[in-house]
């Protein structure tokens, strides 16, 4: 094939595309779109929310648990070892699982979902 009738097939080609692609587009409005991403984002929220409220947050206060029980017994240990006792790294893990078991109550009225 030379190099002519090559060109000139690439060029039907290219105008075949044109062609179909204004005979089959079709008008899209901004509406439409941000419509459609909404109700697929309401639809999300719902899935994610459940998902969160079901295994995240179980799975963050079980963690946090473990963690407050072996600085607990650390600091016991280093009490028995030394004679004094540290509450700031109790009191913060206490307080976070604190918050971290009430999050699902009002995380989701300050995100809105």
Known sequence: MTKKKRMML????????????FLFANEVYAADVSGAI?????????EIKEVTNQVIFPVVDMILVIV????LAVSYFDY?????FDFMPLAILFFGLMFALTAPLYIWDILGI
């Open 10 to 21: 690439y060029f039907g080609v290219a105008v075949l595309a044109v062609i179909l692609i």
């Open 38 to 46: 909404e109700e697929t984002w309401k639809a999300a929220a719902l």
């Open 68 to 71: 407050l029980f072996v600085k």
């Open 80 to 84: 028995k070892k030394h004679g004094e």
